[in-house]
């Protein structure tokens, strides 16, 4: 695939894909044609876009288990979380979503 390939399949620009080659995210396809043309192998970017879809869906169900407990909490503000006697909103960024850190690009 060509770097413009890639950055259409990916939803991002060429720069951006230029930029996942470099670390290894993507590999490069050698010997480059003579042109020294960039080809991406398009197995690595099929497997790149599982992660990130998968990295997704996380963050999504932990987003929606994270509002349905603000929503009971809501609805039954006694109900006490954890240790504290004092019932507390859960926020983005607690334990229950946790995404890797190289999907947070």
């Known amino acids: 695939m060509t770097l413009a390939e890639v950055a259409e399949f990916l939803f991002?620009?060429?720069?951006?894909?230029?930029?996942?080659?470099?670390?290894?995210?993507?590999?490069?396809?050698?010997?480059?044609?003579?042109?020294?043309?960039?080809?991406?192998?398009?197995?690595?970017?099929?497997?790149?876009?599982?992660?990130?879809n998968a990295a997704r869906r996380a963050w999504l169900d932990c987003d929606i288990q994270r509002r349905q407990v603000n929503e009971a909490l809501k609805v039954n503000p006694s109900v006490p979380l954890g240790n504290n006697s004092a019932p507390a909103v859960i926020s983005s960024n607690s334990y229950m979503c946790r995404v890797p850190r190289r999907f947070h690009e």
């Open 12 to 52: 991002v620009s060429r720069v951006h894909a230029r930029k996942l080659v470099e670390p290894g995210k993507l590999n490069e396809v050698l010997p480059r044609d003579p042109y020294g043309t960039l080809n991406i192998d398009a197995a690595s970017v099929e497997k790149y876009e599982a992660e990130l």
